[in-house]
C-alpha cells in the first residue's frame, strides 16, 4: 500500500486532489482511502500500486504542491538525520564569518559551487578556512547572536520526532561552533561537525581532523541506522546540497530541502514551496 501526501503552501482545493486521483488512474493507479492531515492543508490519498509510477505520475503537480509518496510501511520514521547551513538554519555559516572578515563575496561564490557539486567539498572548504586565518574566535559567538536563526518549522520537527522516540543527529560540513548550539537548541540528541583550528584565541586557517563531507554523512546516517537497529525504511536524511546526496539516496526517505538541482533530482521527496513542517 502507497501513500501519496499532497501539501499546499497555502490552501488545498478539490481541483488539485480530484487531479491527482485522475492523475494515478491515468498511470493504472486506482486511489483509496482519501484522508485529510490538516484541513484545507494536506492531504493523504492511499494506493495500491507501484512508488515510482505513483511519483511519475503525480510529478506535473510538483509546481505547485509538496507531493511525498512513500510506502505505507514504516511511513513514521525513527532515525532523523540533517544537514544545518540552509536547512535547520537560515544561513552559511562559513559565509557569514567571512562577512566579519570583510570577504564574503570571495567566499560564497566558492560555497555556491560547492553546494552546486562543482568543487570538491573538502579541498573547497580547506580554502575558505585558509582564507579566514588569524579571524578572532569572538566573532564566532558574534555571528552566531547576530546571523544565526533557525529555519521555520525546524524546532517542531525534531521535537515531534523525538516525541515518539526518533533518534536525531545534525550532520554539518560546517563547524562545531556553530553545530553544536544549533542542535541544542532545536533539540537534536547529538550533532557532527568539523573543527576549526584556534590558537591564541584566533582562527589558523586549518581544519582539525576528518573532514565531514558527503560520504562521511552517509556513513553517519548507516551507523545511526544500525546503532538503533533500524532497517533504512525507517530513516529520513534531508539537505539542500550536493555534499547531502549520498545521504540523501542512501536514506529511506531522502528529501530536498529548498535545494540545488543536483541534491532535487536525487531526492525522494522535495519540499519546495513549505517549510520544514513539510516533513
Same mark, same amino acid.
Given at each position: 500500500?502507497?501513500?501519496?501526501?499532497l501539501?499546499?503552501?497555502?490552501?488545498?482545493? +478539490?481541483?488539485?486532489?480530484?487531479? +491527482?486521483?485522475?492523475?494515478?488512474?491515468?498511470?493504472?493507479?486506482?486511489?483509496?482511502?482519501?484522508?485529510?492531515?490538516?484541513?484545507?492543508?494536506? =492531504?493523504?490519498?492511499?494506493?495500491?500500486?507501484?512508488?515510482?509510477?505513483?511519483?511519475?505520475?503525480?510529478?506535473?503537480?510538483?509546481?505547485?504542491?509538496?507531493?511525498?509518496?512513500? +510506502?505505507?510501511?514504516?511511513?513514521?520514521?525513527?532515525?532523523?538525520?540533517s544537514?544545518?547551513?540552509?536547512?535547520m538554519?537560515?544561513?552559511?555559516?562559513?559565509?557569514?564569518?567571512a562577512?566579519?572578515?570583510?570577504?564574503?563575496?570571495?567566499?560564497?561564490?566558492?560555497?555556491?559551487?560547492?553546494?552546486?557539486?562543482?568543487?570538491? /567539498?573538502?579541498e573547497?572548504?580547506?580554502?575558505?578556512?585558509?582564507?579566514?586565518?588569524?579571524?578572532?574566535?569572538?566573532?564566532?559567538?558574534?555571528?552566531?547572536?547576530?546571523?544565526?536563526?533557525?529555519?521555520?518549522?525546524?524546532? =517542531?520537527?525534531?521535537?515531534?520526532?523525538?516525541?515518539w522516540?526518533?533518534?536525531?543527529?545534525?550532520v554539518?560540513?560546517?563547524?562545531?561552533?556553530?553545530?553544536?548550539?544549533?542542535?541544542?537548541?532545536?533539540?537534536?540528541?547529538?550533532?557532527?561537525?568539523?573543527?576549526?583550528? =584556534?590558537?591564541?584565541?584566533?582562527?589558523?586557517?586549518?581544519? +582539525?581532523?576528518?573532514?565531514?563531507?558527503?560520504?562521511?554523512?552517509?556513513?553517519?546516517?548507516?551507523?545511526?541506522?544500525?546503532?538503533?537497529?533500524?532497517?533504512?525504511q525507517?530513516?529520513?536524511?534531508?539537505?539542500?546540497?550536493?555534499?547531502?546526496?549520498?545521504?540523501?539516496?542512501?536514506?529511506?526517505?531522502?528529501?530536498?530541502?529548498?535545494?540545488?538541482?543536483?541534491?532535487?533530482?536525487a531526492?525522494? /521527496?522535495?519540499?519546495?514551496?513549505?517549510?520544514?513542517?513539510?516533513?
Amino acid at each position: 500500500m502507497g501513500i501519496a501526501t499532497l501539501i499546499a503552501s497555502e490552501t488545498l482545493d +478539490s481541483g488539485a486532489i480530484s487531479e +491527482s486521483c485522475d492523475r494515478l488512474r491515468g498511470f493504472g493507479i486506482e486511489p483509496a482511502e482519501i484522508i485529510w492531515v490538516q484541513q484545507g492543508k494536506a =492531504i493523504d490519498i492511499g494506493f495500491d500500486g507501484e512508488i515510482v509510477a505513483a511519483r511519475a505520475a503525480l510529478q506535473p503537480l510538483e509546481a505547485s504542491v509538496d507531493i511525498c509518496v512513500q +510506502s505505507f510501511d514504516h511511513r513514521r520514521k525513527m532515525l532523523l538525520v540533517s544537514d544545518m547551513d540552509s536547512t535547520m538554519i537560515t544561513v552559511e555559516c562559513i559565509d557569514e564569518l567571512a562577512d566579519y572578515a570583510g570577504i564574503k563575496a570571495e567566499i560564497a561564490a566558492v560555497t555556491e559551487r560547492a553546494m552546486q557539486g562543482e568543487l570538491d /567539498f573538502a579541498e573547497a572548504l580547506r580554502a575558505r578556512v585558509a582564507l579566514l586565518a588569524g579571524l578572532d574566535e569572538h566573532v564566532i559567538d558574534t555571528c552566531l547572536a547576530e546571523r544565526v536563526r533557525q529555519m521555520p518549522g525546524a524546532e =517542531i520537527l525534531v521535537r515531534t520526532m523525538r516525541g515518539w522516540g526518533a533518534h536525531t543527529l545534525l550532520v554539518s560540513g560546517g563547524f562545531t561552533r556553530f553545530a553544536d548550539p544549533v542542535a541544542a537548541s532545536i533539540g537534536f540528541v547529538e550533532a557532527r561537525a568539523n573543527m576549526l583550528d =584556534i590558537v591564541g584565541g584566533r582562527l589558523t586557517g586549518k581544519v +582539525s581532523g576528518t573532514i565531514v563531507d558527503a560520504q562521511v554523512k552517509r556513513a553517519e546516517l548507516l551507523a545511526r541506522q544500525s546503532d538503533c537497529g533500524l532497517v533504512l525504511q525507517q530513516t529520513l536524511a534531508v539537505g539542500d546540497g550536493a555534499n547531502d546526496i549520498p545521504m540523501i539516496e542512501a536514506a529511506g526517505l531522502g528529501v530536498s530541502y529548498h535545494a540545488k538541482p543536483k541534491a532535487e533530482a536525487a531526492a525522494h /521527496f522535495a519540499v519546495r514551496h513549505n517549510d520544514l513542517t513539510a516533513l
